[in-house]
């Protein structure tokens, strides 16, 4: 998808079976359907746009119209979608800042607890993440320690995941590297760089 992306074709979709391993829980499991799309020209700001219209077509389709209801919790459709910095949401509902989590490598753990909390009345659209959790995703203009990066979450499950993407090959190469150079310190496997997509970028 990424390379069709690269080699010119602005607008591209895909509904598929994604398989991903160790995720299975409470709320991840290993096997499931996905639509991925990407748009030539947006920035994840345009992405969260057009994940609400879908939502909102999706649901007045089946007949929802302007709410949903799951597990007895209601969602207003209607009302303007909340949107909350990722910082925001550690200020909020950790007991820690998001720096310190990230320093303490406890970032994932700490995200897990404040993720039952998100989206409780209205979608609720969690962004700018860490520039270390974002390893496909342009960095942020102005402020490179952030990620343009976002998930969506409604009564506290995260149901996607968007960005802008990294165009930059020198700056994707160097993130892939980092990343296998972790991976090969950790003593988990070690996946081959993707060099056809770094040089269709």
Same mark, same amino acid.
């Given at each position: ?83 909350? +910095?990722?910082?925001?949401?550690? @200020?909020?509902? &950790? #007991? ?5 989590? *990230?320093?303490? /490598? ?15 009345? +209205?979608?609720?659209?969690?962004? @700018?993440?860490? &520039? #270390? ?5 342009? *960095?942020?203009? /102005? ?59």
């Amino acid at each position: 998808m990424k390379r069709l992306l690269a080699s010119g074709y602005p607008r591209i979709f895909q509904i598929c079976r994604c398989f991903r391993q160790k995720e299975r829980g409470s709320r991840h499991i290993p096997e499931f359907t996905i639509l991925e799309w990407y748009r030539a020209d947006s920035d994840y700001f345009d992405m969260m746009e057009e994940t609400e219209a879908l939502i909102k077509h999706v649901a007045l389709k089946s007949g929802a119209e302007n709410s949903i209801n799951y597990q007895g919790c209601r969602i207003d459709l209607d009302k303007p979608w909340t949107r909350m +910095t990722v910082a925001e949401a550690f @200020d909020k509902y &950790a #007991s820690i800042s998001v720096d310190k989590a *990230l320093s303490d /490598g406890r970032f994932d753990e700490i995200m897990a607890g404040i993720e039952p909390s998100l989206g409780q009345s +209205t979608p609720l659209f969690l962004y @700018d993440y860490p &520039a #270390s959790c974002g390893a496909l995703a342009k *960095l942020k203009t /102005g402020n490179i320690s952030l990620a343009e990066r976002f998930e969506l979450y409604i009564c506290g499950l995260e149901l996607c995941n968007g960005f802008t993407e990294l165009t930059d090959p020198k700056e994707q190469r160097a993130r892939f590297e980092k990343e296998l150079a972790h991976r090969k310190k950790a003593g988990e496997k070690a996946y081959p760089m993707p060099d056809k997509l770094i040089r269709h970028h």
